[in-house]
């Protein structure tokens, strides 16, 4: 599974209701979160008072960010909130209310395709899609504000910036409560991207008088190194999927079609009923990969299909070392007899290992015709939802002691 080395490096939180004081008041009155806000409210809050972001405390690279516009369109769909800081540096802000748990799974994936967009990008690219939007030339919108800017040397810096995805991420919310473990999950599927990342918490409360009052606050950035870690489960195998199709035999694009499809068609009968579960883009590989809670996404359930057996199966899986790997051995040294019946069927451990991982995994035959591949694919969908059901909270509970333990 390709693997990026995610380090989170600040969470916060703060609870409470803030209090309006006023001289004229014997008593403080508490600021009740107001349920008319909604997401096109907060774009344009950030749109007009960019300054409410947080952003020094994410990435100081990234200071002073100018807004841009609103619905920036890309070929991934239009970004909330466009701002670039005056060296030329673009930031991305995708505004949800928390009120939708699907949000939570669907949201980073969105930014990612979003910076993966503009990664094909240059500083005309943006210039055009910005006077769409109302902007008949950044530079200006920027030297307005900094007149000092020479123009040449931003767009060299916007259109290198773009090229490496050197970019600011920040997913702002209403009122962000869960899934915080959760939404960093997402983040080992970035590719070559050099990206900051915030995620952003800013609740509305109603004030007296008819105001409102936006507290924004820093809940957990991370940084996403470059270096990457392959590290593929016995028996599978990686083409480069970087290759140009000119490089790449027909056979071999053959089958990267066909998996692709294959898994665009599992993941469209995939039902899960664990709503911060990172869902995997479909892959011209032989399996896909859903992450689980433990640091650095160490610990993930692998989905597989052998074409040639006509089988198709899924297992738990680590990487060496880490946290993810203890985790797996201490659930199946300490559980794995209620993990087994849990996960039912045809659940059995991978190897003879005396705290081997579970594995399940089905034969079907003929996985090109039409009712058969349903048959595989339901059954296959089925399972991952009972495995995700499963294991991710042993797992997560499993990683919470071995943290508690190492102090």
Not at 143 to 153: F, G, K, N, S, T
Not at 192 to 221: C, H, N, T
Not at 275 to 288: C, E, K, M, S, Y
């Given at each position: 599974?390709?693997?990026?080395?995610?380090?989170?490096?600040?969470?916060?939180?703060?609870?409470?209701?803030?209090?309006?004081?006023?001289?004229?008041?014997?008593?403080?009155?508490?600021?009740?979160?107001?349920?008319?806000?909604?997401?096109?409210?907060?774009?344009?809050l950030v749109h007009d008072h960019p300054e409410a972001l947080p952003i020094t405390e994410?990435?100081?690279?990234?200071?002073?960010?100018?807004?841009?516009?609103?619905?920036?369109?890309?070929?991934?769909?239009?970004?909330?909130?466009?701002?670039?800081?005056?060296?030329?540096?673009?930031?991305?802000?995708?505004?949800?209310?928390?009120?939708?748990?699907?949000?939570?799974?669907?949201?980073?994936?969105?930014?990612?395709?979003?910076?993966?967009?503009?990664?094909?990008?240059?500083?005309?690219?943006?210039?055009?899609?910005?006077?769409?939007?109302?902007?008949?030339?950044?530079?200006?919108?920027?030297?307005?504000?900094?007149?000092?800017?020479?123009?040449?040397?931003?767009?060299?810096?916007?259109?290198?910036?773009?090229?490496?995805?050197?970019?600011?991420?920040?997913?702002?919310?209403?009122?962000?409560?869960?899934?915080?473990?959760?939404?960093?999950?997402?983040?080992?599927?970035?590719?070559?991207?050099?990206?900051?990342?915030?995620?952003?918490?800013?609740?509305?409360?109603?004030?007296?008088?008819?105001?409102?009052?936006?507290?924004?606050?820093?809940?957990?950035?991370?940084?996403?190194?470059?270096?990457?870690?392959?590290?593929?489960?016995?028996?599978?195998?990686?083409?480069?999927?970087?290759?140009?199709?000119?490089?790449?035999?027909?056979?071999?694009?053959?089958?990267?079609?066909?998996?692709?499809?294959?898994?665009?068609?599992?993941?469209?009968?995939?039902?899960?009923?664990?709503?911060?579960?990172?869902?995997?883009?479909?892959?011209?590989?032989?399996?896909?990969?859903?992450?689980?809670?433990?640091?650095?996404?160490?610990?993930?359930?692998?989905?597989?299909?052998?074409?040639?057996?006509?089988?198709?199966?899924?297992?738990?899986?680590?990487?060496?070392?880490?946290?993810?790997?203890?985790?797996?051995?201490?659930?199946?040294?300490?559980?794995?007899?209620?993990?087994?019946?849990?996960?039912?069927?045809?659940?059995?451990?991978?190897?003879?290992?005396?705290?081997?991982?579970?594995?399940?995994?089905?034969?079907?035959?003929?996985?090109?015709?039409?009712?058969?591949?349903?048959?595989?694919?339901?059954?296959?969908?089925?399972?991952?939802?009972?495995?995700?059901?499963?294991?991710?909270?042993?797992?997560?509970?499993?990683?919470?002691?071995?943290?508690?333990?190492?102090?």
């Amino acid at each position: 599974m390709n693997r990026d080395n995610v380090k989170v490096v600040e969470v916060t939180r703060q609870h409470g209701h803030p209090v309006f004081i006023s001289p004229d008041q014997s008593e403080g009155v508490s600021l009740v979160k107001s349920s008319e806000f909604n997401e096109v409210q907060l774009q344009q809050l950030v749109h007009d008072h960019p300054e409410a972001l947080p952003i020094t405390e994410i990435d100081p690279a990234f200071e002073g960010a100018i807004s841009i516009c609103r619905e920036l369109n890309t070929p991934a769909g239009p970004i909330d909130n466009f701002l670039i800081t005056p060296s030329g540096l673009p930031v991305i802000v995708e505004c949800k209310l928390w009120r939708n748990p699907q949000a939570r799974r669907e949201v980073v994936g969105q930014v990612l395709d979003y910076a993966k967009e503009l990664s094909r990008w240059t500083s005309a690219d943006i210039e055009r899609e910005a006077a769409r939007r109302g902007v008949p030339s950044i530079i200006d919108l920027v030297r307005a504000r900094h007149p000092e800017v020479d123009e040449a040397a931003f767009h060299d810096t916007l259109t290198t910036s773009l090229e490496r995805g050197r970019c600011l991420l920040i997913i702002l919310g209403d009122g962000i409560r869960g899934g915080v473990e959760a939404i960093f999950e997402h983040l080992h599927d970035q590719g070559a991207l050099q990206f900051s990342f915030g995620l952003v918490e800013m609740p509305i409360y109603d004030a007296p008088g008819g105001g409102q009052l936006a507290l924004p606050r820093v809940l957990a950035k991370a940084l996403v190194e470059v270096r990457r870690v392959i590290e593929l489960p016995v028996g599978l195998g990686l083409e480069d999927e970087t290759q140009a199709d000119d490089q790449i035999d027909p056979d071999t694009r053959a089958l990267g079609d066909d998996r692709a499809q294959f898994w665009s068609e599992f993941l469209a009968v995939l039902d899960l009923d664990d709503p911060d579960q990172p869902t995997p883009r479909a892959t011209r590989q032989g399996f896909i990969a859903f992450v689980l809670p433990a640091p650095g996404a160490t610990a993930w359930i692998n989905v597989y299909r052998d074409i040639t057996k006509g089988t198709v199966g899924l297992y738990l899986t680590y990487t060496r070392e880490t946290v993810g790997a203890k985790a797996v051995e201490v659930l199946m040294r300490e559980r794995a007899d209620d993990i087994l019946v849990d996960l039912g069927e045809t659940a059995t451990r991978y190897d003879a290992k005396d705290w081997s991982p579970p594995i399940d995994e089905r034969h079907f035959g003929d996985l090109s015709d039409a009712t058969i591949r349903a048959e595989a694919l339901a059954w296959l969908a089925d399972r991952t939802n009972t495995f995700v059901d499963v294991l991710r909270p042993a797992i997560r509970s499993a990683v919470a002691d071995i943290e508690e333990a190492d102090g």
